[in-house]
């Protein structure tokens, strides 16, 4: 065990990396922050900070130097920085865990190697491969970056009339993935941890609201037959304990309209789906891992309340100061001071009584 007066490396500066130092906070850790910008909103709240590239070797060492373990809070940082820190402290979830989270191919591939299914899909890396890939996938399809896409980044529809030369240059990368067009009845995602102990703790399954590929609404519980919300659990349960995860692990899935479950994507630290857990559960997700990465006991994942979690994406953030005169909403902003579109700038959960959670 960790004991409380240790300090929490994050690797990241946003606001998952904020949110984790503030549970830190209440449980005795300390919290460094390696962030690439002074301000960033896990800066802001943190006991220290180093402010480099990723790519510094002697800055990623004198990181590593000041913290007892590691966790990341974006599935973006690079492989190599991750092994540096990893050769001298501990990196949860372990730094294989995030490299097969961070490769579209690899994680896919591992889905399929323990039993988990997924959308159809093909490697592709030219406009020719990607032309005989929608052949025998049919359209539409999903056209994706095999690393570093997010909220939509690096995707294209690729549709009845879309040239396979345009959309591999729309895409923006040398290696792609091309995933069959999946029909779905809604899209959830379960958040579980695992300690090192091999305790295993799931939040509720939630619904997913998308707008512009960026994630909008999140609805707590998802409001799914109670046969297809186990079977959710189940599955994020199963991936957590073959990945031999010690932190946390978000499992993105949708649900087709026949009732059937397919793994989309995996994300290997908190999630925008799991913000309600601050304000609706015993324990939230931010102060789980902590626990997890830690040593500690997993806390529960009761939740008191359903919610509605709503993104303040770009100018959307003004909504903020309405949202202060209801009373069952609770207002998150991270600290930003630059507003641009598709940026998340915060967040409001409303809470409400059981079985009420959504219109």
Request: overall charge neutral; glycine content about 8%; hydrophobic content about 45%.
């Amino acid at each position: 065990m960790l004991p409380p007066g240790s300090t929490i490396g994050v690797l990241g500066g946003g606001q998952l990396g904020r949110m984790i130092a503030m549970a830190a906070s209440r449980l005795g850790y300390r919290t460094h922050v390696f962030a690439t910008e002074p301000d960033a909103p896990a800066v802001q709240v943190a006991a220290a900070a180093t402010i480099a590239s990723f790519g510094d070797p002697a800055a990623v060492a004198g990181f590593a130097a000041a913290i007892d373990v590691a966790t990341c809070e974006f599935e973006n940082v690079p492989a190599a920085a991750l092994r540096r820190v990893a050769a001298k402290r501990p990196v949860l979830p372990r730094p294989e865990i995030l490299e097969i989270a961070q490769d579209r191919l690899r994680e896919k591939n591992f889905l399929r190697s323990i039993g988990v299914a997924t959308a159809d899909f093909r490697d592709v890396a030219d406009p020719d491969e990607l032309a005989a890939a929608a052949r025998e996938l049919g359209r539409p399809a999903v056209l994706k970056t095999v690393r570093l896409g997010y909220d939509g980044k690096g995707q294209v529809l690729l549709g009845a009339d879309t040239s396979p030369e345009d959309a591999w240059h729309r895409m923006g990368a040398a290696h792609g993935i091309l995933e069959g067009f999946v029909d779905f009845a809604c899209e959830i995602s379960v958040i579980v941890a695992r300690g090192s102990d091999g305790a295993l703790a799931a939040y509720p399954a939630v619904e997913n609201r998308h707008v512009n590929h960026i994630l909008d609404t999140t609805i707590a519980p998802a409001r799914i037959a109670p046969d297809i919300a186990a079977e959710a659990t189940r599955i994020a349960r199963h991936i957590a304990e073959r990945l031999d995860l010690v932190g946390i692990l978000a499992v993105e899935m949708f649900v087709t309209r026949s009732g059937a479950i397919l793994v989309n994507e995996l994300a290997a630290r908190p999630h925008n789906s799991g913000h309600w857990t601050i304000d609706a559960c015993l324990t939230s997700q931010f102060e789980q891992l902590v626990r997890a990465i830690c040593g500690l006991p997993l806390g529960s994942t009761e939740h008191h309340a359903d919610a509605v979690m709503t993104n303040l994406i770009g100018r959307d953030v003004a909504r903020w100061r309405a949202a202060l005169d209801e009373p069952n909403a609770k207002v998150h902003l991270y600290g930003k001071t630059r507003t641009r579109p598709g940026r998340k700038m915060g967040h409001i959960t409303r809470l409400v009584p059981h079985g009420r959670a959504a219109p």
